[in-house]
């Protein structure tokens, strides 16, 4: 994982449990969506997040990330929920709500106040880093 | 203009035309609405129904609530299911992501039988779902078989690209790769409770017989060990299945061929993975760049994947000088020149001089005549056995080598900036900054708890600023205040140039300092004073810059960056131009009897060696003395943040050096990359040690592509007319190196050309290219013509497709309003609709209720 020991600490451990999207990632991977990932889950997850996975892969499955009730678009709860994790709640709500907003209004592109896979993918292009952020070293 | 919507009336039992939503097609979405309307619309009839007569003006207004005018009624929604973005023929990907979740669901459903619990004593027909009774498998096999028949249309390059996009699991995948097969092939295939496990299988009954086409024959082989191997756990219930569908015969007939060709496909398959793990762990520094990237984020990463990157330039120099011109004229050594050889001191590998003077190093070595020469003997008596059969011409070789290194890194430059370009620039992009930070800027590869809480203090401070910065355009911006800047910014400027011209003019004060006073053989120290001097204000300027730039205050802190990154490159450009200037202009006339590209050479090993020392020093300080007193005597926590683009400019610059000096000291590239590996090392380790990630936002794609393109541009640009110049223009010396007896170095092409002339008609084609489209100007012309062509027509098409894109985007939110407005009026319709129907069955009820009313 990262150390060439063969057993780890709990601190240890803890350390590499600080993504804040970890719980929504396993449940999208797993097969039943409560987060109990088999084996092909996780070759499937390490496939999708190393260098060679195409972009529209990554941008299908960064969308099923922050799709937090998985309803198939993100709306403007997702949105609440992404940036409060992003910020580990510092941000006062009346911030949040105005991020929502701003995120809405670059985005949206059909104005129906939430965003589908095709704008998420629209804002992906917008963003070269996308593919070297959304990675996992291995 | 008016129109009436003559919408037939749809009762909640019927429909006429058939909707998706009757083959269970219909979104997810709308299916949990169609069903909470369909409850509430019947909740609502009943309450009517069974409400008093009385109260019908109360019943009538019920259904037509203001709670309701916005939620669209049962019907409304049936017709918005069938729309066609909602249904599944929409698109390619529709269908794919659709089919997954179907997948997932079956799974999800069919639980696999516990083949521990069963024991093997239980008859297969216990372990074994019989697909045939499922009417759900059905569908799906059709829709796989589609898919099948879909992939094998492509080639297998296509079929490759496309199911690395397809959101599908990894065994699916793997079996999908392996299908080969024709269509007859596929349909006796069964598909078990393990999925697609049996899909690349084996071929059972009477295909087994010969009926599967072998066109790919490689391919077919490779099925069965693909399936095999990756459901091992899933093999047994395959292997039943495979018995119990048909073909027991034939498996029986040969089963220790079967077991034999599992075995070698097994031992094959660890040996690839082996292999495989095996170069993985060659790959140089995997493992700290992983450390690094965990622990400071993609943006320190950026600065030494550059360093790699330049490893790899250096090694594609190296290798043909090393082939061509080094390694052979070390295996013919020139006759041993007068004067003894001076002893080993350790200043040498310093200065470059004094032992290495008249080593492979440099210039003066090689020697101007053909190596290997066939013996011409004396009498016309025949020469000895051993004689020589293949001449080496030094000087043409020589200059061929660096011509063509040049030219392959020039290509191999210009080919990556153009890639980097096209990954990290796209037409049309307007800004979405804030929609980018929200979603593309939490880096997963960070995994320290500390790094990736300073990336969590990040994005909140990016997002707070970034709504400041709109609250603050929301407010008027004051002429005074935008004065006030531009004339900050215009001050500092104007020192740092200034800055800059007095280094500029310090350096060459020196220079021609030094010209005037030569220096004798045994003060060779002295000779370091120059390039000391240089590497001094390279260190010491862009600390100043730093200082300046705190006067100033950009709108957006990238901006902040590149402008220290461009003032940097300006004064180490600037530096480096006086100091050409001062070799090729003045040392060549002050050393117009001695080597005097023995003596360039000599001064660029000096520069590289004291530019890695230097370097060295300002880790030392920069970095463990800055921490150690910011953690004791001023007691902060913070430790200094690592500067990348500082690093890396020291990096272009040193690479810069080394292609001015490949002509004059052939080995400087292998200097080059022995420096390039110490430095990554000290580098990594006081990262480790002393340095925090910084706390500006970096675009870290970005950044790369302007590295890339600076070290393109004006540092192999430079480097490349240098060395025309030098080629062209200049006289070489007369008592050393190949070139010797020439006017320039070009020349020996030209002699070698001429040599090829008289030889006879058979290359006459060469000296004809040479004279015609090489010194002529006008084939020059044609190409810089063409390629100005050629960029313009680039630049009109990304133009066009900009319009294009604009266009498109507008058309997207036109659709978006109509849509709007059709679902409204849909809506209002059925709303008038239903409200119609309530008040006819009312009026009905109520006649039932009193008939002799009337």
Not at chain 2, 232 to 246: D, N, V, Y
Not at chain 2, 350 to 374: A, E, I, K
């Amino acid at each position: 994982m990262g150390n060439k020991q063969t057993v780890f600490t709990h601190e240890q451990l803890e350390e590499y449990q600080d993504n804040p999207f970890r719980q929504r990632i396993a449940r999208v991977f797993s097969d039943d969506g409560d987060g109990h990932m088999t084996l092909d889950n996780f070759l499937d997850m390490f496939s999708v997040m190393s260098e060679m996975a195409p972009r529209d892969l990554k941008a299908y499955y960064a969308f099923k990330i922050y799709d937090f009730n998985d309803d198939g678009y993100i709306c403007v709860w997702d949105l609440g929920q992404t940036v409060t994790k992003l910020t580990r709640g510092e941000l006062s709500a009346e911030e949040v709500s105005l991020v929502c907003e701003k995120v809405l209004d670059e985005a949206d592109g059909d104005h129906d106040g939430r965003l589908s896979l095709e704008d998420f993918q629209n804002v992906i292009l917008r963003a070269p880093d996308f593919l070297s952020t959304f990675h996992i070293r291995i | 203009m008016a129109f009436v919507l003559n919408v037939p009336e749809i009762s909640e039992d019927h429909d006429r035309e058939p909707s998706p939503y009757d083959e269970n097609e219909v979104h997810d979405s709308f299916h949990q609405l169609i069903q909470e309307q369909s409850q509430w619309a019947e909740l609502q009839l009943r309450e009517l129904g069974a409400g008093a007569p009385g109260t019908s003006d109360r019943g009538r207004q019920a259904p037509l609530g203001p709670e309701d005018a916005a939620a669209p009624s049962t019907a409304t929604l049936r017709i918005l299911a069938s729309m066609p973005s909602r249904t599944i023929g929409r698109s390619r990907g529709a269908i794919i992501s659709q089919y997954y979740n179907r997948t997932v669901q079956l799974r999800r459903r069919v639980t696999r039988p516990q083949l521990g619990g069963a024991g093997r004593s239980a008859r297969p027909s216990l372990r074994l779902y019989d697909l045939e009774l499922d009417p759900a498998a059905l569908e799906e096999e059709e829709k796989r078989s589609l898919l099948v028949k879909e992939l094998q249309g492509l080639t297998v390059a296509q079929r490759d690209h496309m199911l690395r996009r397809m959101p599908l699991g990894l065994a699916e995948k793997r079996c999908l790769r392996s299908v080969p097969l024709g269509p007859r092939c596929l349909h006796t295939h069964s598909l078990g409770p393990a999925g697609w496990g049996q899909l690349g299988g084996r071929c059972e009954g009477p295909l087994a017989a010969g009926g599967c086409p072998e066109g790919d024959g490689g391919d077919w082989v490779h099925p069965p060990s693909n399936c095999d191997v990756v459901s091992a756990p899933r093999e047994e219930s395959r292997t039943l299945t495979g018995k119990h569908r048909g073909g027991r015969g034939q498996r029986g007939l040969f089963p220790c061929c079967g077991q034999l060709r599992d075995t070698c496909v097994l031992v094959l398959h660890s040996l690839g993975l082996g292999l495989l793990a095996g170069l993985h762990r060659l790959m140089p520094w995997h493992y700290a760049l992983k450390r690094i990237g965990g622990q400071f984020g993609s943006s320190v990463l950026s600065y030494f994947l550059f360093l790699k990157t330049l490893l790899a330039f250096n090694a594609l120099l190296l290798l043909p000088v090393l082939a061509f011109v080094v390694g052979v004229q070390a295996a013919f050594p020139p006759p041993a020149s007068l004067g003894s050889v001076p002893a080993f001191t350790g200043l040498e590998l310093l200065t470059g001089g004094g032992r290495f003077t008249h080593s492979v190093l440099y210039y003066g070595y090689y020697s101007n005549s053909t190596l290997n020469q066939p013996c011409a003997p004396p009498d016309g008596g025949q020469c000895g056995p051993e004689s020589p059969s293949l001449p080496y011409n030094m000087p043409l070789a020589y200059l061929l080598t660096v011509g063509v290194a040049f030219f392959v890194t020039c290509v191999t430059l210009v080919y990556s900036m153009s890639r980097s370009f096209g990954e990290s620039y796209r037409v049309g992009s307007a800004s979405g900054v804030h929609a980018v930070t929200v979603f593309c800027t939490w880096d997963h590869k960070v995994t320290q708890k500390r790094a990736s809480r300073l990336q969590h203090d990040h994005i909140r401070t990016h997002l707070k600023e970034l709504l400041a910065e709109w609250q603050l355009r929301q407010g008027p911006r004051s002429a005074c205040g935008r004065l006030r800047q531009v004339a900050a910014l215009g001050l500092v400027w104007l020192l740092c140039l200034a800055t800059t011209l007095g280094c500029t003019v310090a350096v060459y004060a020196f220079s021609e300092l030094m010209i005037k006073s030569p220096v004798s053989a045994d003060q060779e120290g002295a000779l370091l004073a120059l390039p000391a001097v240089v590497c001094l204000l390279n260190l010491g300027a862009p600390y100043l810059y730093r200082c300046l730039a705190t006067l100033e205050h950009h709108d957006s802190p990238v901006l902040e960056v590149y402008v220290a990154v461009c003032r940097n490159l300006i004064l180490k450009m600037v530096i480096l131009g006086v100091l050409c200037y001062h070799w090729l202009g003045r040392r060549v006339g002050a050393l117009r009897d001695q080597c005097w590209e023995n003596f360039v050479g000599q001064e660029l090993y000096r520069l590289t060696v004291l530019d890695f020392i230097f370097v060295l020093l300002d880790t030392l300080f920069g970095e463990l003395v800055w921490r150690l007193i910011s953690e004791r005597k001023l007691k902060r926590r913070e430790k200094p943040e690592f500067d990348i683009a500082g690093n890396v400019l020291e990096l272009i610059y040193g690479q810069t050096l080394t292609w001015l000096g490949v002509l004059f000291a052939p080995l400087l590239p292998a200097i080059q990359i022995i420096k390039l590996l110490l430095v990554f090392y000290v580098k990594k380790a006081s990262l480790m040690a002393n340095c925090q990630a910084p706390r500006r936002p970096w675009l870290a794609s970005h950044m790369s592509t302007v590295f890339i393109s600076l070290l393109c541009f004006p540092s192999f640009l430079g480097a490349a007319v240098f060395l025309c110049y030098a080629v062209w223009q200049v006289k070489p010396s007369s008592t050393c190196g190949p070139f010797r007896t020439l006017d320039t170095m070009y020349e020996a092409g030209k002699v070698w050309v001429r040599r090829l002339e008289k030889a006879g008609p058979s290359v006459s084609w060469l000296p004809w290219v040479h004279r015609y489209l090489v010194e002529n100007t006008f084939p020059v012309y044609l190409v810089s013509a063409l390629l100005l062509a050629v960029i313009y027509l680039n630049i009109q098409v990304v133009k066009g497709q900009r319009k294009v894109i604009c266009l498109l985007r507008e058309q997207i939110s036109n659709e978006g309003e109509d849509k709007v407005f059709l679902i409204n009026k849909l809506h209002s319709v059925y709303e008038r609709k239903e409200r119609s129907r309530v008040g006819r069955t009312q009026e009905a009820e109520r006649l039932g209720d009193h008939p002799g009313a009337c």
